[in-house]
């Protein structure tokens, strides 16, 4: 819900945050797709690490971060950076499929919520509430159920 609303953003985002049209929103998902096959193969890397748990975590809170990042970005430059790392970590997100498909089922939740948002407000500011969001969800989600972070 509050990791996947950002793509639905993104055209919206090129246009009022950076100044950018349609190639550059073509290039911004380039990144994001790059960002993802490198981070499949880091996930390969991971197959035989007992901290898996703990991996999909961090991926978690950097997916977060990321998406705070981005709201800062001025540029295409420092934008497509961090798409490729948003890429990087989505890709450890389909390590476990249930917490894929409760993330999937609640996308067009998050869409929702974040556009009022962002029509409410700005564009930037919906990706900030999103990822601060993200971040608040899976801290309390690692301190309440322990058992997540130790997923062999």
Same mark, same amino acid.
Request: positive net charge.
């Given at each position: 819900?509050? +990791? ?6 993104? $055209? ?9 049209? $349609? ?15 490198? +981070? ?33 970005? +001025? ?32 996308? $067009?939740?998050?869409? #929702? #919520? ?39």
């Amino acid at each position: 819900m509050f +990791g996947l609303a950002y793509r639905d953003l993104l $055209p919206a985002f090129a246009v009022e945050a950076l100044d950018e049209g $349609p190639e550059q929103y073509g290039l911004m998902l380039s990144m994001i797709g790059l960002g993802s096959i490198v +981070g499949t193969f880091a996930l390969a890397a991971q197959a035989s690490s007992r901290k898996k748990g703990a991996i999909i975590m961090a991926m978690a809170v950097a997916l977060g971060a990321s998406i705070v990042l981005l709201s800062f970005s +001025g540029t295409l430059a420092i934008a497509l950076v961090v798409l490729f790392a948003i890429g990087f970590v989505t890709a450890f997100r389909g390590r476990v499929a249930s917490f894929h498909m409760l993330t999937s089922g609640m996308h $067009p939740v998050g869409t #929702l #919520l974040f556009g009022f948002i962002a029509e409410a407000t700005d564009i930037r500011i919906a990706f900030r509430i999103s990822g601060v969001a993200l971040i608040g969800i899976i801290g309390v989600l690692g301190l309440w159920r322990g058992d997540v972070r130790r997923l062999a």
